[in-house]
């Protein structure tokens, strides 16, 4: 919170009058509920000549920290009554560990500061420490951060369990990898009833199923991703078979198994957002608050996984890299056999990091719509409007409208078509973003092919060994390339949220979040599992199968190889960033889209 000017902070001044009266009414609340009041706890920051309330009460009592909470958010529902005359600032923050809440008041006195006060005063009464109603309270209390800090520390610990023999085949790594990940799922699962229960809420029980829903989907998601990309089963094995055939069908393979593998997750995470939102909101649909918060955390559960995740996906590329280095430098084909293996199943682990990594944008597509929801409410108190008039005639101030009274005051149905039109453009934009990102690769690797090809000429002796490659020409092209291709795909997922605000207004905008989610999520599901069963494929015929490496079915696979390369590692990851960064860009001109739009 930004000082206030000191010419503010002389004689009387309102600012110090309401800070007192602010004191004087704190210390009232904590002494009537029977709390010790400590003297520096709720020292105010006059005497420091600073226009700020500074909270330190360091680990306080539950009960106190109740009180504090709802002091917080019931400041942020006066800063829209009393902000729009620029007459006062008001910012809250409540921490836990060390509980901070901050409040800026008064440029000139008016009328209405002594009315919210009052109001305030009225709202702490109201306050019951044993049965507190607030939805805020609980949030409060369980903090979903240090849940997640907690449940990652887990998943770290379960790497120990990750044990393999030598010479282990392909599903027998998987299996190894799949004790760790479901060791850590239960450990979670257990901890999880067991610290939300010590926090003695209310519906602590539903709200951890609801943390068991994200994880469930989590492993759904894994399994279902480890079934259609590794050669051990038979959809990977069917698109090697392919390769019999010559290319064409391997790809033609390879696109329908994408496709195919999209309908488990995308099931998975439906039913994950319904189950979690009913749990956490004690199986009412009108309790939105709530269930928002119960996809929130079921997200956290679904990651909560994220070290031993994480771990796996990353040594992908290092067991890829390790292959190379091992044939560049004439090892052993026994060396070479096992880099392969775990190549291979690097494969499979880094497209069910991807798909992790896409189902909690997924999971959480409703949560992110309720900020931008939020934003929106912040940004018509801005603008001075404090009532919703609906068309029935109704209306409802904008600091006590829900989430469910935007999108009526709004009018964000499909028969809008605004929304319509903007779900049409969020779909566009998912495509169009593997478009731009596809023929990026496509360019760079084109750049790439002539470089070698010159250097194949102008230095004859790479092909016999007596001469070294100019590797720093390579890598510069492809670093040149990576950063000067994204450009126009970075602008245009910034740009797009912007412009369909300023011309469809906020429905359009709700509209083009909801189409870049819903298409993006199946998009990316489809390019990674599609590129890792090419990928593996082809493993599966280096392994001695359809005639072995070398052979016609072999140079098909590879085909379909370079094809799935793009699609996993490219196009199929960066959706993830487009659905989070239009969210975020959209939030952020949440202000500018409601104060003008075309429509």
Same mark, same amino acid.
Request: charged share 15%; net charge negative; glycine share 12%.
């Given at each position: 919170?930004?000082?206030?000017?000191?010419?503010?902070?002389?004689?009387?001044?309102?600012?110090?009058?309401?800070?007192?009266?602010?004191?004087?009414?704190?210390?009232?609340?904590?002494?009537?509920?029977?709390?010790?009041?400590?003297?520096?706890?709720?020292?105010?920051?006059?005497?420091?000549? #600073?226009?700020?309330?500074?909270?330190?009460?360091?680990?306080?009592?539950?009960?106190?920290?109740?009180?504090?909470?709802?002091?917080?958010?019931?400041?942020?529902?006066?800063?829209?009554?009393?902000?729009?005359?620029?007459?006062?600032?008001?910012?809250?923050?409540?921490?836990?560990?060390?509980?901070?809440?901050?409040?800026?008041?008064?440029?000139?006195?008016?009328?209405?500061?002594?009315?919210?006060?009052?109001?305030?005063?009225?709202?702490?009464?109201?306050?019951?420490?044993? =049965?507190?109603?607030?939805?805020?309270?609980?949030?409060?209390?369980?903090?979903?951060?240090?849940?997640?800090?907690?449940?990652?520390?887990?998943?770290?610990?379960?790497?120990?369990?990750?044990?393999?023999?030598?010479?282990?085949?392909?599903?027998?790594?998987?299996?190894?990898?799949?004790?760790?990940? +479901?060791?850590?799922?239960?450990?979670?699962?257990?901890?999880?009833?067991?610290?939300?229960?010590?926090?003695?809420?209310?519906?602590?029980?539903? @709200?951890?199923?609801?943390?068991?829903?994200?994880?469930?989907?989590?492993?759904?998601?894994?399994?279902?991703?480890?079934?259609? #990309? &590794?050669?051990?089963?038979?959809?990977?094995?069917?698109?090697?078979?392919?390769?019999?055939?010559?290319?064409?069908?391997?790809?033609?393979?390879?696109?329908?198994?994408?496709?195919? &593998?999209?309908? @488990?997750?995308?099931?998975?995470?439906?039913?994950?957002?319904?189950?979690?939102?009913?749990?956490?909101?004690?199986?009412?649909?009108?309790?939105?608050?709530?269930?928002?918060?119960?996809?929130?955390?079921?997200?956290?559960?679904?990651?909560?996984?994220?070290?031993?995740?994480?771990?796996?996906?990353?040594?992908?590329?290092?067991?890829?890299?390790?292959?190379?280095?091992?044939?560049?430098?004439?090892?052993?084909?026994?060396?070479?056999?096992?880099?392969?293996?775990?190549?291979?199943?690097? +494969?499979?682990?880094?497209? #069910?990091?991807?798909?992790?990594?896409?189902?909690?944008?997924?999971?959480?597509?409703?949560?992110?719509?309720?900020?931008?929801?939020?934003?929106?409410?912040?940004?018509?108190?801005?603008?001075?409007?404090?009532?919703?008039?609906?068309?029935?005639?109704?209306?409802?101030?904008? &600091?006590?409208?829900?989430?469910?009274?935007?999108?009526?005051?709004?009018?964000? #149905?499909?028969?809008?078509?605004?929304?319509?039109?903007?779900?049409?453009?969020?779909?566009?934009?998912?495509?169009?973003?593997?478009?731009?990102?596809?023929?990026?690769?496509?360019?760079?690797?084109?750049?790439?092919?002539?470089?070698?090809?010159?250097?194949?000429?102008?230095?004859?002796?790479?092909?016999?060994?007596?001469?070294?490659?100019?590797?720093?020409?390579?890598?510069?092209?492809?670093?040149?390339?990576?950063?000067?291709?994204?450009?126009?795909?970075?602008?245009?997922?910034? @740009?797009?949220?912007?412009?369909?605000?300023?011309?469809?207004?906020?429905?359009?905008?709700?509209?083009?979040? @909801?189409?870049?989610? *819903?298409?993006?999520?199946?998009?990316?599901?489809?390019?990674?599992?599609?590129?890792?069963?090419?990928?593996?494929?082809?493993? =599966?015929?280096?392994?001695?199968?359809?005639?072995?490496?070398? *052979?016609?079915?072999?140079?098909?696979?590879?085909?379909?190889?370079?094809?799935?390369?793009?699609?996993?590692?490219?196009?199929?990851?960066?959706?993830?960033?487009?659905?989070?960064?239009?969210?975020?860009?959209?939030?952020?001109?949440?202000?500018?889209?409601?104060?003008?739009?075309?429509?």
């Amino acid at each position: 919170v930004p000082d206030l000017p000191v010419n503010l902070l002389s004689g009387e001044h309102p600012a110090r009058v309401a800070a007192q009266q602010l004191q004087y009414l704190v210390l009232e609340r904590r002494q009537a509920h029977g709390f010790p009041v400590h003297g520096d706890a709720f020292a105010l920051g006059i005497e420091r000549q #600073t226009a700020y309330h500074d909270l330190r009460g360091g680990l306080l009592h539950r009960a106190e920290l109740r009180i504090a909470a709802e002091l917080t958010f019931y400041a942020r529902d006066q800063l829209g009554r009393i902000e729009r005359l620029g007459h006062i600032i008001v910012r809250a923050c409540c921490q836990t560990e060390n509980l901070v809440c901050v409040l800026g008041f008064c440029r000139e006195q008016n009328d209405r500061n002594v009315a919210a006060l009052a109001q305030l005063e009225q709202r702490l009464d109201a306050v019951q420490l044993g =049965h507190h109603d607030v939805e805020y309270d609980q949030m409060d209390r369980v903090r979903h951060n240090d849940v997640e800090r907690f449940q990652t520390v887990i998943g770290l610990l379960d790497l120990v369990a990750v044990r393999t023999k030598e010479n282990a085949t392909i599903r027998e790594l998987l299996k190894a990898l799949a004790i760790g990940t +479901n060791l850590s799922s239960v450990l979670i699962a257990l901890s999880t009833f067991g610290v939300l229960y010590l926090l003695e809420l209310d519906n602590w029980f539903w @709200i951890s199923c609801s943390v068991i829903i994200g994880l469930l989907v989590g492993i759904v998601i894994g399994q279902s991703t480890e079934y259609y #990309t &590794s050669q051990s089963y038979k959809p990977t094995q069917r698109v090697s078979e392919a390769g019999l055939t010559g290319p064409a069908t391997v790809i033609i393979s390879g696109l329908g198994l994408g496709m195919l &593998s999209t309908a @488990i997750p995308v099931l998975a995470v439906v039913a994950g957002i319904i189950c979690s939102f009913l749990f956490a909101s004690g199986f009412d649909f009108n309790n939105v608050g709530m269930g928002l918060y119960g996809i929130g955390i079921a997200a956290v559960g679904m990651l909560s996984t994220l070290g031993i995740t994480l771990a796996t996906d990353a040594y992908g590329p290092i067991a890829d890299n390790a292959g190379g280095n091992a044939e560049m430098s004439g090892l052993g084909k026994e060396v070479r056999k096992r880099t392969d293996a775990l190549d291979s199943l690097g +494969n499979t682990t880094a497209a #069910t990091g991807k798909g992790f990594a896409i189902g909690s944008a997924a999971l959480t597509g409703l949560a992110l719509l309720a900020s931008y929801v939020e934003e929106i409410k912040i940004g018509l108190l801005r603008l001075g409007e404090t009532v919703l008039t609906f068309s029935d005639g109704k209306a409802i101030e904008v &600091s006590k409208a829900s989430f469910s009274d935007f999108m009526i005051y709004y009018d964000v #149905t499909l028969m809008n078509p605004k929304v319509l039109a903007g779900m049409f453009l969020g779909s566009m934009m998912a495509f169009m973003f593997c478009g731009l990102t596809m023929n990026a690769v496509g360019r760079a690797a084109g750049h790439m092919v002539e470089e070698v090809r010159r250097q194949f000429r102008e230095i004859p002796g790479i092909l016999t060994g007596k001469a070294e490659p100019d590797y720093a020409r390579c890598v510069a092209i492809s670093t040149k390339g990576a950063q000067h291709e994204m450009v126009t795909p970075s602008l245009l997922a910034i @740009i797009a949220p912007i412009l369909t605000g300023l011309i469809f207004g906020v429905t359009g905008v709700v509209g083009l979040l @909801i189409g870049g989610l *819903s298409t993006g999520f199946v998009l990316a599901i489809f390019m990674a599992n599609s590129g890792g069963a090419w990928d593996n494929a082809k493993k =599966h015929i280096e392994e001695g199968n359809h005639g072995g490496k070398g *052979s016609e079915a072999h140079k098909a696979t590879v085909v379909g190889d370079t094809v799935g390369d793009p699609f996993k590692d490219t196009s199929g990851p960066s959706l993830n960033i487009l659905i989070k960064l239009m969210s975020m860009v959209a939030i952020v001109m949440a202000g500018l889209t409601v104060a003008w739009s075309l429509f």
